[in-house]
């Protein structure tokens, strides 16, 4: 049995979906969920990471979790799990932990509890995901307009389908313990490239509108704390050359190039219609 937490997420989602499809037994778990939220034979469970105490229902019988970095006490979620008996965890990190660890202090502490836990694990760092791009559906849909900060500042945004697939292949796979992967797209885009992306899946222009630092600041910081706004502000405005470069790790776990921004538009484009 695999636990996936986070699991109406956008990596949530897609590794439930391939554990399925893989004939794997499979408990999804969120905080809101219900069995139409799922395949078939997936086990549903509702919980919150918030509270460790109520997590030993969802984690019951279960040898592998996958794991978001969600809540404040990531120690009593992997006692928890223990006393349920999982031997591994696969951790969604992000790659600021290792690049900016002042800033991401909260993925840095979820890594640090899942290497000194005693279970086998990965830790997995992500990068920007394609899937940010939803933050521009309504204003596509409505008046065909993506706006953004830093339009062009290019990082290698990863598509959330091969940071499941990573996740899969670590939950399944004993050659990825002890590992801790930095997962990015095959190239860096702009936000104005990333919106001429879309128009092109489109079929229809789409107007990029730069925003200033400080209007980026004033939205974001409606629904991310401060410490994390300034963080991403930060990559996205002036990304280190770590933060630049693209990763060889997706194509060395799955032995294919990581999928473009572009493809991730095409896959999509329905929800920019």
Same mark, same amino acid.
């Given at each position: 049995?695999?636990?996936?937490?986070? $699991?109406?997420?956008?990596?949530?989602?897609?590794?439930?979906?391939?554990?399925?499809?893989? !004939? =794997?037994?499979?408990?999804?778990?969120?905080? %809101?969920?219900?069995?139409?939220?799922?395949?078939? !034979?997936?086990?549903?469970?509702?919980?919150?990471?918030?509270?460790?105490?109520?997590?030993?229902?969802?984690?019951?019988?279960?040898?592998?979790?996958?794991?978001?970095?969600?809540?404040?006490?990531? %120690?009593g979620v992997l006692d928890a799990a223990k006393t349920a008996g999982i031997r591994k965890v696969v951790l969604l990190s992000?790659?600021?932990? !290792?690049?900016r660890p002042q800033a991401y202090r909260h993925p840095g502490r979820f890594e640090a509890a899942v290497r000194e836990s005693?279970?086998?694990?990965?830790? =997995?760092?992500?990068?920007?995901?394609?899937?940010?791009?939803?933050?521009?559906?309504?204003?596509?849909?409505?008046?065909?307009?993506?706006?953004?900060?830093? !339009?062009?500042?290019?990082?290698?945004?990863?598509?959330?389908?091969?940071?499941?697939?990573?996740?899969?292949?670590?939950?399944?796979?004993?050659?990825?313990?002890?590992?801790?992967?930095?997962?990015?797209?095959?190239?860096?885009?702009?936000?104005?490239?990333?919106?001429?992306?879309?128009?092109?899946?489109?079929?229809?222009?789409?107007?990029?509108?730069?925003?200033?630092?400080?209007? $980026? %600041?004033?939205?974001?910081?409606?629904?991310?704390?401060?410490?994390?706004?300034?963080?991403?502000?930060?990559?996205?405005?002036?990304?280190?050359?770590?933060?630049?470069?693209?990763?060889?790790?997706?194509? %060395?776990? =799955?032995?294919?190039?990581?999928?473009?921004?572009?493809?991730?538009?095409?896959?999509?484009? $329905?929800?920019?219609?």
């Amino acid at each position: 049995m695999f636990v996936v937490t986070g $699991a109406t997420g956008n990596v949530g989602r897609a590794l439930v979906r391939m554990l399925t499809e893989a !004939g =794997l037994p499979v408990t999804a778990v969120a905080r %809101h969920i219900t069995r139409a939220d799922v395949p078939q !034979g997936v086990r549903a469970v509702a919980a919150d990471l918030a509270e460790p105490v109520g997590l030993g229902a969802a984690f019951d019988g279960a040898e592998a979790l996958f794991l978001l970095v969600a809540g404040e006490d990531p %120690h009593g979620v992997l006692d928890a799990a223990k006393t349920a008996g999982i031997r591994k965890v696969v951790l969604l990190s992000s790659q600021g932990a !290792g690049t900016r660890p002042q800033a991401y202090r909260h993925p840095g502490r979820f890594e640090a509890a899942v290497r000194e836990s005693g279970l086998d694990w990965t830790v =997995l760092r992500s990068g920007g995901m394609a899937t940010n791009a939803f933050a521009w559906a309504e204003s596509i849909r409505t008046r065909r307009e993506a706006a953004a900060p830093f !339009g062009d500042v290019g990082l290698p945004f990863v598509d959330p389908d091969d940071v499941a697939a990573v996740a899969a292949a670590a939950l399944r796979q004993g050659a990825h313990l002890g590992a801790t992967y930095t997962l990015t797209g095959p190239a860096p885009t702009t936000p104005r490239e990333r919106a001429a992306a879309i128009a092109t899946a489109l079929g229809e222009p789409v107007r990029f509108v730069e925003q200033t630092r400080e209007e $980026a %600041h004033e939205l974001m910081a409606r629904f991310m704390p401060l410490p994390v706004v300034e963080g991403t502000l930060a990559i996205l405005g002036e990304p280190t050359e770590d933060e630049r470069r693209p990763s060889p790790d997706v194509a %060395h776990v =799955l032995g294919r190039a990581p999928g473009s921004f572009a493809a991730w538009a095409e896959r999509n484009a $329905a929800a920019f219609r």
